[in-house]
């Protein structure tokens, strides 16, 4: 069974950084891209961003553009999130996903780790 193992996450303040990491647990990922997704508290899992393995192409939902960055190490089979200026609103559980991305758009597989939590303080 694919597993994604998600970690980084913890508690910061407003303003502060974090940087998550996304690796597969006995494989390599296989498919076209990788892509993080969040769910807070009472809401529904939202997208936050998708990265090609290939070319590095990536897609960015509105809410993080700027301040998100997405990234891939082949080397070390692992995803990355890192997060910078954050804000309360950023506080979730934040997911990594395989995927593909096709017209800008991420299509992710259903397939979840655990998710690592991101509690941003004000």
């Known amino acids: 069974q694919v597993q994604l193992v998600e970690s980084g996450g913890g508690l910061v303040r407003a303003g502060e950084s974090l940087t998550l990491s996304c690796a597969p647990s006995?494989?390599?990922?296989?498919?076209?891209?990788m892509g993080w997704f969040r769910q807070a508290p009472g809401k529904v899992r939202e997208f936050v961003a998708g990265i090609f393995w290939s070319d590095e192409s990536t897609v960015y939902a509105d809410s993080v553009k700027g301040r998100f960055t997405i990234s891939r190490d082949i080397a070390k089979n692992t995803g990355y999130l890192q997060m910078n200026s954050l804000k309360p609103e950023d506080t979730a559980v934040y997911y990594c996903?395989?995927?593909?991305?096709?017209?800008?758009?991420?299509?992710?597989?259903?397939?979840w780790g655990k998710g690592s939590l991101v509690t941003v303080s004000s």
């Open positions: 996903n395989e995927g593909t991305i096709v017209g800008g758009i991420y299509y992710g597989m259903n397939y």
């Open positions: 006995g494989h390599t990922f296989d498919s076209e891209a």
